[in-house]
């Protein structure tokens, strides 16, 4: 990141759109005009992997590591590379703009996809399809494989599937896999779709002088066709259970720390791979995006480990990660390869020192500055520096509008107003937090697009350790206005962070 420039944090899903949910069709082409007019160098998205309502929607718990949510595949975008016609869409139901409704969603889509693919089947030649299934097989088959299981085994966990297919018994696999052939390839099928719909728009953005800046998580859910496939690689127990799962210890947020409950590495094993799977899922990602934010990204120098059976995070340790021990091969097999460290909350200086030494960027939060020690705090303006990426929030954190007037105390609003010398209602917060964010050095600022638009608390894309109602927010087309691009433009350029549309 060697020239400035800013973004907007807004995922798929939150676009407008008829169907129900923000897909990859009409209205993500229009969203990146809108950041191209606005003078927008970047798109931030959050993790593109299968939702589910059983993680309550959450983008960061899937099913796995590569696949993509097809809940975003664009129905328009069907019909128009002939994959389904028009009339198989009928009827579309009534759907709410502001908010995901994702069990009417899933309803509707099962119906058209399962059409699309039977038209497929019938109509479409399949080179491009083979091609994809050949390029992807090292997760792809594992994948389809899962989710088709899965489903004749009415939706139970792999840990309880008869035996033979839990431990994956060659010949338990061969006999299940023709049994559910078809809906294994339909399940590639799907993912093909995804992935040409992605790449497509991907290219859209990267022609406009959009980078795309995406999201991984660190740590993959126990039921996942990733443990399943790969269960030497976590460490589990000798009946595939997890013998220890991830989390953070106890601190000044919570007096238990966070239990996430997600199974941890065995990077004994992985080590002995070449950490050849993380290998693998870093391409991916590198072709996905053109950069990658790695959420919890010190669990790589030292990560909290709890044993199975506890019910908060008090009794784990830490144990350390694979550091350079990874990183060394990585950076050497993806020399271009463009990393965000996530490394907010506590963090150690032998972390400090391990992104420092990779020239990684780190990520600075201005909702987090205005506490008792303002003047030393890291995420204050002053104490910024050029290689990081400021967020005004994050989508774990309410809106700028929504802090400022719901959650901030007396103390830490007069702090902000003591900082830049005059009084500020809610309604004026979001805007000048904005500008405080344009103002700093770092080369790179990414504002949610709910502060972008000065929203409350309504418009919280998540809260954490409350399992309903998240991941729901959705921006309305008349949001998304020629006005307000231009005066994000006028901004951007007095900041010295406008990006020029090319060929212009």
Known sequence: MSRRGCGILLHISSLPSRFG????????????????????????????????????????????????????????????????????????????????????????????????????????????????????????????????????????????????????????????????????????????????????????????????????????????????????????DAMKKPAFVSGVPPDYFSATGQFWGSPV??????????????????GHNQKLFDMLRVDHFRGFVSFWEIPAGEKTAVNGKWARGPGHDLFGPLLKRFPQVKIIAEDLGIITQEVREFIAELGLPGMKVLLFAFTEDLPKNPYAPHNHILNCVLYTGTHDNNTARGWFEQEASAAEQERFCGYIGRRVSGEEFSETLIRMAMMSVANLAIIPMQDILGLGQSARMNTPAVLKGNWEWRVLPEQLSPQLSKKLREMLFLYARANERPGK
Request: aromatic residues 20%; contains cysteine.
């Open 21 to 236: 949910i923000g897909d990859l069709g009409p209205w993500a082409y229009k969203f990146a005009d809108f950041l191209a007019e606005a003078g927008m160098s970047h798109w931030q998205v959050l993790p593109l992997n299968p939702t589910s309502t059983v993680n309550f929607n959450c983008p960061y718990s899937s099913e796995s590591a590569f696949a993509g949510n097809t809940l975003l595949i664009s129905p328009e975008l069907l019909v128009r590379d002939g994959f389904i016609e028009g009339t198989y869409l009928d009827p579309v139901p009534s759907f709410p703009a502001e908010r995901v409704d994702y069990e009417k969603v899933m309803t509707y889509q099962e119906i058209f996809l399962f059409r699309a693919y039977e038209f497929f089947k019938k109509n479409r030649k399949r080179e491009n399809f083979e091609k994809f299934c050949g390029e992807h097989s090292y997760w792809l088959e594992d994948f389809a494989m899962f989710v088709a299981f899965k489903d004749f085994f009415q939706g139970r966990h792999w840990q309880n599937w008869p035996v033979e297919v839990r431990d994956r018994h060659p010949e338990a696999l061969r006999s299940l896999r023709e049994k559910l052939s078809e809906e294994i390839a339909r399940q590639k099928f799907l993912q093909f779709v995804f992935f040409s719909q992605w790449f497509s728009l991907k290219s859209y953005c990267n022609r406009l002088g959009i980078k795309i800046l995406g999201d991984l998580p660190i740590y993959v859910d126990y039921e996942s066709a990733e443990v399943w496939s790969h269960p030497e690689l976590f460490k589990l």
């Open 265 to 282: 590495y065995n990077w004994e094993v992985l080590k002995q791979t070449g950490y050849d799977w993380w290998l693998k899922r870093f």
